[in-house]
């Protein structure tokens, strides 16, 4: 089970750095910008690290495995239909 969530992380995040110069390009991103989408992935999965692991403390581990996992891959799913930046929606 530990290998299998390490496979996602590693994955996840390679992905994502794999795919921020297109989202550069694609969205007239500038670099800073590019720099909070890599910060913001990472402080939300640490910040979810305790609660999952408080979860999995009181619930059946193997339950909230699987929850976390389908929950990862719906927002995955949903942030790839995403065509505009958040501060394009703010200006």
């Given amino acids: 089970m530990f290998c299998l969530t390490q496979f996602i992380d590693t994955l996840s995040m390679s992905a ?3 795919v921020i110069p297109a989202l550069e390009a ?3 991103m500038a670099e ?3 720099t909070w989408v890599f910060s913001g992935f ?3 999965f640490s910040s979810f690290l305790p609660i999952s692991g408080r979860l999995s403390d009181v619930y059946n581990p193997k339950t909230v495995f699987i929850g976390g996992v389908s929950t990862l891959g ?4 949903c ?3 995403v ?9």
């Fill in 16 to 18: 994502l750095l794999s």
């Fill in 26 to 28: 694609s969205m007239g």
């Fill in 32 to 34: 800073i910008q590019s």
């Fill in 42 to 44: 990472r402080l939300t």
């Fill in 74 to 77: 719906i927002l995955s799913l």
């Fill in 79 to 81: 942030a790839g239909f």
């Fill in 83 to 91: 065509y505009t930046t958040v501060l394009d929606d703010f200006i």
